[in-house]
């Protein structure tokens, strides 16, 4: 679903075309952490670090990656 007009989205290629490396960057950081932000508020508070690593990765990257890979994150630094 797009419910941006194409003169808009126009508008929004040129704005990111002029920005920095740097200011792309910042914001793709800001909208991450917002992200992991509602991610984390949404897991259950009960989860040990290794558990809330793991749900928190597959609800990010569930798809993207294998599960060895996710639950290898997740016990990455281990409780």
């Known amino acids: 679903m797009n ?3 194409a003169s808009m989205q126009r508008r929004v290629t040129e704005r990111y075309r002029r920005m920095s490396p740097q200011e ?5 950081s800001s909208m991450f952490e917002t992200a992991r932000r509602i991610v984390e508020s949404s897991l259950p508070p009960n989860l040990t670090g290794t558990e809330r690593r793991l749900a928190f990765a597959r609800r990010l990257y569930a798809g993207e990656l294998p599960d060895a890979a996710l639950r290898a994150y997740a016990q990455f630094r281990g409780d």
Not at 24 to 28: D, G, P, T
Request: charged share 40%; no cysteine; hydrophobic share 40%.
């Open 3 to 5: 419910d941006t007009t």
């Open 24 to 28: 792309r960057m910042r914001i793709a």
